[in-house]
């Protein structure tokens, strides 16, 4: 089955706490992303990779990291969590930049 | 500045009725593509239609269509035969930031409510 995955679904942390965020795509696309939802603001992208080694920042990506060492994986690091940190993180990946994007389930971050 | 705006924060409409969703967006761009996206309850994000800019035939896809007004820069969403399982948040989102197509601009979102 095509999919996206990311891990953990749910999960609270504390403030200064690294933490790392997967994800995790089996259909072999080139491109893949990170977004945050946040009540009343919808999704805003933290960053972007368009292949493995590349990638490239979104509208919010001060505090945070990515690393894509191999096609199928882009994970989301969080290297001194915040609380304003605190969201819905979705991860997407798509063929093409402009073809429909493959959204994971999301995951809930909690910075107390 | 590249932005999407979807003025209708809520909308509703009876079952097996039509609604529009608006969606307006800014870019200097002259080719991009715009999406809708719906949410469900459930959160995952499931796309609903495409549509690209240089492309002036208006895309659909079953009881989902798009009337798109480029010189307007207007984007909306018609679903005709509204169907309880229609009811979710629509985001209207696009590849509007020049030189950077993998930058995907959404809007804050619908929530449609679908009434028996």
């Known amino acids: 089955e095509a999919q996206v995955t990311q891990n953990p679904r749910y999960l609270i942390t504390v403030t200064g706490k690294k933490l790392t965020v997967t994800c995790s795509q089996n259909?072999?696309?080139?491109?893949m992303s990170w977004y945050r939802q946040d009540p009343g603001l919808g999704l805003r992208q933290i960053y972007y990779?368009?292949?493995?080694?590349?990638?490239d920042k979104g509208d919010v990506p001060e505090g945070y990291k990515v690393s894509r060492k191999e096609k199928r994986n882009f994970p989301l690091i969080l290297e001194s969590p915040s609380p304003n940190q605190t969201s819905l993180y979705f991860c997407?990946?798509?063929?093409?930049?402009?073809?429909?994007?493959?959204f994971g389930p999301g995951t809930r971050l909690t910075v107390t | 500045a590249q932005t999407v705006t979807q003025s209708q924060p809520e909308m509703s409409v009876q079952e097996a009725e039509t609604v529009t969703l608006s969606c307006t967006y800014d870019?200097?761009?002259?080719?991009?593509?715009l999406f809708w996206y719906k949410q469900p309850p459930s959160r995952q994000m499931i796309l609903v239609i495409r549509?690209?800019?240089?492309?002036?035939q208006n895309a659909t896809e079953n009881r989902f269509s798009v009337n798109f007004q480029k010189a307007a820069k207007s984007f909306s969403l018609k679903i005709s035969d509204s169907q309880l399982g229609d009811a979710a948040m629509y985001f209207c989102?696009?590849?509007?930031?020049?030189?950077?197509?993998?930058?995907?601009?959404f809007g804050k979102g619908t929530k449609l409510s679908v009434k028996p």
């Open positions: 997407a990946s798509s063929s093409t930049l402009v073809s429909e994007q493959y």
């Open positions: 259909m072999n696309h080139e491109y």
């Open positions: 990779s368009m292949n493995v080694e590349v990638t």
């Open positions: 870019t200097s761009e002259s080719d991009y593509y």
């Open positions: 549509q690209e800019a240089y492309k002036q």
């Open positions: 989102a696009g590849t509007l930031i020049p030189g950077s197509q993998g930058n995907l601009i």
